[in-house]
């Protein structure tokens, strides 16, 4: 598509329950970057993709929280037992590869809140 | 925290005088990039500057890059009340992630 795509907009879901954040990034990107942002506060990132693999999973909180690219394009995000701290915007940025010359698309967002 | 340091956190301007943002690091960069955000959803990628350049202009926007001092500035020319936003700085590390500082929410007053 012409840019990157992030179902759903909006999502509310109960504590506990398990959820699932997806990102279709531009075509032919091969780098796929997933950020959190709090209300007033900037993103804060999570994790990145290079193809398939995850390059640096680094900033993903804990265990809960779990990122695939199975086939190089799409990617989820899938966070289990949600926490109400988990309520942030969750967005994702694709570049058509790492490298110091290259920015990030963003998507417009998954506002996510756990009631 | 992953996040860096930009001032001013809030600035109010008249529409026509120029807005200058600024933002410092810690580590080395590849680049460093401007990004606009409205209403706390999408990021616009504004400009890149790499870690050999020191000025890039685009339009209104001129950004510059001290990597001695590791601070970056951004500077908007005649503001418009379009341009009312937060501002982001994003470094790039030799790790390739991109980490953003908090922002500086700026309102252009008509």
């Known amino acids: 598509g012409a840019g990157v795509s992030q179902t759903p907009s909006n999502k509310v879901t109960e504590k506990g329950k398990y959820v699932e954040l997806r990102c279709d990034p531009i075509s032919g990107h091969t780098a796929l970057y997933w950020y959190r942002q709090s209300l007033g506060q900037g993103p804060e990132f999570l994790i990145y993709?290079?193809?398939?693999?995850?390059?640096?999973d680094s900033g993903l909180p804990n265990d809960r929280f779990f990122a695939v690219r199975p086939e190089g394009s799409v990617s989820t995000l899938k966070i289990q037992r949600t926490e109400r701290g988990d309520s942030a915007v969750y967005l994702c940025?694709?570049?058509?590869?790492?490298?110091?010359?290259?920015?990030?698309?963003f998507g417009s967002g998954t506002r996510l809140t756990v009631v | 925290s992953q996040q860096g340091e930009e001032d001013p956190q809030a600035l109010s301007i008249q529409e026509g005088e120029n807005a200058t943002m600024n933002c410092s690091y810690k580590t080395s960069i590849n680049n460093l990039q401007w990004y606009r955000q409205n209403s706390g959803r999408g990021l616009v990628h504004l400009i890149l500057?790499?870690?050999?350049?020191r000025e890039k202009h685009s339009g209104r926007l001129r950004v510059t890059l001290d990597t001695s001092k590791k601070s970056s500035s951004l500077l908007i020319t005649a503001s418009r009340a379009a341009d009312t936003a937060s501002y982001f700085c994003a470094r790039r590390g030799r790790d390739d992630k991109i980490i953003f500082g908090k922002g500086t929410r700026l309102h252009i007053l008509p």
């Open positions: 500057i790499r870690s050999n350049e």
């Open positions: 940025a694709s570049s058509l590869t790492v490298g110091p010359s290259y920015g990030y698309t």
């Open positions: 993709f290079q193809g398939t693999g995850a390059a640096d």
